[in-house]
Antibody
Framework: QVQLQESGPGLVKPSETLSLTCTVS?????????WGWIRQPPGKGLEWIGG???????YYNPSLKSRVTTSLDTSKNQFSLRLSSVTAADTAVYYC????????????WGQGTLVTVSS | DIVMTQSPDSLAVSLGERATINCKSS????????????LAWYQQKPGQPPKVLIY???TRESGVPDRFSGSGSGTDFTLTISSLQAEDVAVYYC?????????FGQGTRVEIK
């Protein structure tokens, strides 16, 4: 049973960097698949952020590309998101998810973690 | 970016009746080389992550009840719930994964009449 769980600070100050980790159980992230991030502002719709293949190749939403990095830690079976220079507009529930490919549907999702950007 | 537009924004349907949600993409999501539509439908209940119901426009995810079905091709797609159950109250999103950035529709809220 594949499971994903997000973790990280729930409060980030404006202009600082948001850092989240997704811990995966039930599957080795180094074996296959695309490991992605999607966010949802409170009461709003879904926005694809981007993610990373098991090989290390990354793909990002162009609207966020200048501020986003993702990485793998295969020793811990985790992948991470960093979003720099955050503003209140980055306040959202952040989900990690697994897809067969960057051009694939997300079959497995974490429960999501709310990150609030506020001073 | 491919813009996904759903209609209606919300609908109320009686238990046991049919619910139909439409999704239109601003450009085709049909990949000619494999004849697949890069279109999925998700269900999201309050406080939960989205759950994939349908992918490749019409393939039901394992474990999804057969009252859920997807149809359409190119730019016009439909999610049908053939007989609405109480547990189907949720927001439904269409999603194109044809090209980057991947995008979602604005969501359709389904309620019981």
């Amino acid at each position: 049973q594949v499971q994903l769980q997000e973790s990280g600070p729930g409060l980030v100050k404006p202009s600082e960097t948001l850092s989240l980790t997704c811990t995966v159980s039930g599957y080795s992230i180094s074996s296959d698949y695309f490991w992605g991030w999607i966010r949802q502002p409170p009461g709003k719709g879904l926005e694809w952020i981007g993610g990373i293949y098991h090989s290390g190749s990354t793909y990002y939403n162009p609207s966020l590309k200048s501020r986003v990095t993702t990485s793998l830690d295969t020793s811990k079976n985790q992948f991470s998101l960093r979003l720099s220079s955050v503003t209140a507009a980055d306040t959202a529930v952040y989900y990690c998810a697994r897809a067969a490919a960057v051009t694939g549907q997300n079959n497995y999702w974490g429960q999501g973690t709310l990150v609030t950007v506020s001073s | 970016d491919i813009v996904m537009t759903q209609s209606p924004d919300s609908l109320a349907v009686s238990l046991g009746e049919r619910a139909t949600i439409n999704c239109k993409s601003s450009q085709s999501v049909l990949y000619s080389s494999n004849n697949k539509n890069y279109l999925a439908w998700y269900q999201q209940k309050p406080g939960q992550p989205p759950k994939v119901l349908i992918y490749w426009a019409s393939t039901r995810e394992s474990g999804v009840p057969d009252r859920f079905s997807g149809s359409g091709s190119g730019t016009d797609f439909t999610l049908t719930i053939s007989s609405l159950q109480a547990e189907d109250v949720a927001v439904y999103y269409c999603h194109q994964y044809y090209n980057i950035p991947l995008t979602f529709g604005q969501g359709t809220r389904v309620e019981i009449k």
